[in-house]
């Protein structure tokens, strides 16, 4: 099999050939025809993820070691299983959940794997999707998408989850709330589906790029700012009656987090997502008194990608912009990404 493997932190991925994998008990091998290529990607393949002040934390403690196959939006067809797997068979065509734990620990037991201290995660962990195939510990993890294009498909594995996790911590909404989204890259375009879905809502959206904008507006946002704009605030909270009930960061940087965070109302959300970098600092009398809830939100649980995975395949979650390319293209899509080129979402096809 080939693999479009990371061999340097920061390098140019190389294409690496190797024996194609066999399942062991339990495992079940994939066909990989599509993987997408998401931010976090980026940190990985980057070997950092900034702190803000010079500080950097390094991926190692993720568990990645190199040479590494990066990728965990993964979609394919069953190409081989092994001993005692029962529901998967070769030839079916499946998305995968790749936020695996130890499946060993109390945060497992609970059914949160995405957040288990042991991870064993796809394209995080242990090598992922920019290759033919991939090794999928468990069919578990296996999960329908009839009906969907396969490479819209991929993308529910990170990007549609972790929209629809972060909406799920401010959920009720009661007539009259307002959920602004900060960041109109491929993580917010799906939120923007999620919220008009979910809630019925159609969210505010920020961003500093006039064209990620306009194709927010194009995919159902109810207004726009640019957050560069110094009057965009005052603007947001006139048009939301004070401020946005709750706020979901998709970008992660402090810039971002200070607009989301002077966006809310008294007793407002503010889910942050997005690990672009930086620090935060802001007054902390202001967090009670404000009543405000600071939260962090990352991936999901395989109980909510198949929640979701329902609603998506009733076709109540409507597609987001995807950008399909070969393969050997995986490192040119990276630094696109880098350079914020890329609206909606980067697929890499076999």
Known sequence: MKSQQMVAHGAPLQEVEAATPTPGAGQVIVKISHCGVCHSDLHLFDGHFELGGGKKLSVEKSGEKLPFTLGHEIVGEVAAIGAGVSTAAVGDKRVIYPWIGCNNCPTCERGDEHLCGRPAALGVAVDGGYSDYVIVPHEKYLIDFEGIDEALACTYACSGLTAYSALQQVLPVVNGDEILVVGAGGLGMMAIQMIKAITGISPLVADIDDAKLAAAMAAGAKKTYNSSNPDALKELKKDSNGGAYAALDFVGADSSFSFGNGALRKGGKQIIVGMIGGAMTMP???????????????????????????????GKIAPIPIDVRPMNQAYQSLEDLRQGKVTGRVVLEN
């Open 284 to 314: 902390l009398p202001l967090i009670p008194m404000r009543a405000i809830t600071i939260a962090g939100g990352y991936v999901g649980s395989l109980q909510e990608m198949k929640d979701m995975m329902v609603l998506v395949r009733a």
